[in-house]
Nanobody, 121 residues
Framework: VQLQAYGGGSVQAGGSLRLSCAASGSIGGINTVGWHRQAPGNQRELVATISNRDSTDYADSVKGRFTISRNNAKDMVYLQMNDLKPEDTAVYYC????????????????WGQGTLVTVSS
């Protein structure tokens, strides 16, 4: 499985960005795709997940502002980020898991390269 994340950039607080994650390869066994982020000096944290049944989950810090979605026909997963805040600044990664309900970072076997999101105040 190969993942490619893109769509990051620099925006002002209150702005929006949409991140995209393109999947290729043997993706038939993937159950969950998650967006994660890592800010400088911090550990990588889970932001949002979507299962192959379109069940979604979000970190409390992004609920109501971020939306994860997928386009199965294109093997794409998206993260729409609205009302961005400076604390959302981080490198964002998409990860894929064969675990039905991944509960930790180690459950994500496949990772894309990160895409940087910078939010200025």
């Amino acid at each position: 499985v190969q993942l490619q994340a893109y769509g990051g950039g620099s925006v002002q607080a209150g702005g929006s960005l949409r991140l995209s994650c393109a999947a290729s390869g043997s993706i038939g066994g993937i159950n969950t795709v998650g967006w994660h982020r890592q800010a400088p000096g911090n550990q990588r944290e889970l932001v949002a997940t979507i299962s192959n049944r379109d069940s979604t989950d979000y970190a409390d810090s992004v609920k109501g502002r971020f939306t994860i979605s997928r386009n199965n026909a294109k093997d794409m997963v998206y993260l729409q980020m609205n009302d961005l805040k400076p604390e959302d600044t981080a490198v964002y990664y998409c990860g894929a898991s064969e675990v039905v309900i991944p509960t930790r970072q180690s459950h994500y076997e496949f990772w894309g390269q990160g895409t940087l999101v910078t939010v200025s105040s």
